[in-house]
């Protein structure tokens, strides 16, 4: 059972990492295995067996996320630009009070820490003004060295909570080229900013570690401004009022899917999980008894 749920927190996972504005580290913290993973990677060989236990169903959830949703985006974000992106502002919203419940459980809230927030907020909106006036890349243009530092960079997006992999993506100019290699594996730009991705996230891993060690509530408040300002990345602009509707119902669509990794995460306290857990207790029982008869 536990493998199958990490499978699906995988997925959803997975989906993080290339849908804007939504963190694959926000999911990760909602699903309570944010710092299990941390450990998990950075003590791997420790105890070998008991991490390939635990990163083995969540990685190939991951990779059925990537490869299904990046197909699915392509689709929706040609044909319907204004609800999709509604829909992911839906799902920003939904999960800053999830970031929210989790720092204030283990540590005080302190006025303060909005400071924090406000900083990242302000640069949040920054990168919006910077990205408008980026211009998207040809990928014959595009150097393997210039993809291993978008692949590095992109990291900071995949482990730091509140940090859209896919916005620092579209900042750099290469989200749609991106998006388009997974869709249609397209090896020439995935292997290197795998190479990148890969060498970025043992030092953004190590750095954020720490960082949640010695300033929790700080680094906490930090990833909600950065969370929030990638709201603005989204906003669709120049609407009709029957799209400015639609927005608003896929606005609110997107929060309701949101709250799904929390059921999730919730399932192990639902009756009907407690009721397979009776009937697994049960039936040793019964088997020892068919054995004495």
């Given at each position: 059972m536990n493998g199958f749920l990490n499978v699906v927190k995988g997925i959803f996972i997975g989906a993080g990492a290339i849908i804007p504005g939504v963190s694959s580290g926000v999911l990760c913290v909602i699903f309570g295995i944010y710092e299990k993973l941390l450990d998990a990677v950075l003590n791997f060989f420790k105890d070998i067996k008991k991490n390939i236990k635990f990163l083995f169903p969540i990685a190939l959830g991951v990779g059925i996320g990537v490869l299904l949703f990046s197909n699915i985006l392509n689709y929706l974000l040609y044909e319907?630009?204004?609800?999709?992106?509604?829909?992911?502002?839906?799902l920003i919203l939904g999960t800053i009070p999830s970031l929210i419940k989790e720092v204030n459980t283990k540590e005080k809230f302190k006025p303060q820490n909005v400071i924090y927030l406000l900083i990242a907020l302000t640069i949040g909106i920054?990168?919006?003004?910077?990205?408008?006036?980026?211009?998207?890349?040809?990928?014959?243009?595009?150097?393997?060295?210039?993809?291993?530092?978008?692949g590095a960079i992109m990291s900071i997006g995949i482990i730091v909570p509140g940090v859209s992999s896919?916005?620092?993506?579209?900042?750099?100019?290469?989200?749609?080229?991106?998006?388009?290699?997974?869709?249609?594996?397209?090896?020439?730009?995935?292997?290197?900013?795998?190479?990148?991705?890969?060498?970025?996230?043992?030092?953004?891993?190590?750095?954020?570690?720490?960082?949640?060690?010695?300033?929790?509530?700080?680094?906490?408040?930090?990833?909600?401004?950065?969370?929030?300002?990638?709201?603005?990345?989204?906003?669709?602009?120049?609407?009709?009022?029957?799209?400015?509707?639609?927005?608003?119902?896929?606005?609110?669509?997107?929060?309701?899917?949101s709250h799904i990794p929390d059921a999730i995460k919730n399932f192990k306290s639902t009756k009907v999980f407690k009721s397979i857990k009776i009937l697994k207790r049960v039936n040793p029982r019964s088997q020892s008894q068919e054995k004495d008869l």
């Open positions: 319907f630009p204004i609800q999709t992106k509604s829909i992911f502002i839906g920054t990168t919006v003004i910077l990205e408008n006036r980026i211009t998207l890349i040809d990928v014959e243009n595009i150097n393997n060295a210039y993809l291993i530092l978008c896919t916005i620092i993506l579209m900042l750099l100019g290469v989200y749609s080229i991106y998006l388009q290699s997974i869709a249609n594996v397209y090896l020439p730009v995935l292997i290197p900013i795998v190479i990148g991705l890969v060498l970025g996230s043992i030092v953004v891993m190590k750095l954020t570690k720490k960082l949640l060690e010695n300033y929790y509530a700080k680094t906490f408040y930090t990833i909600i401004g950065f969370t929030i300002g990638s709201i603005f990345v989204l906003l669709p602009q120049r609407m009709t009022f029957v799209e400015m509707i639609l927005s608003i119902l896929c606005i609110l669509l997107g929060v309701y899917i």
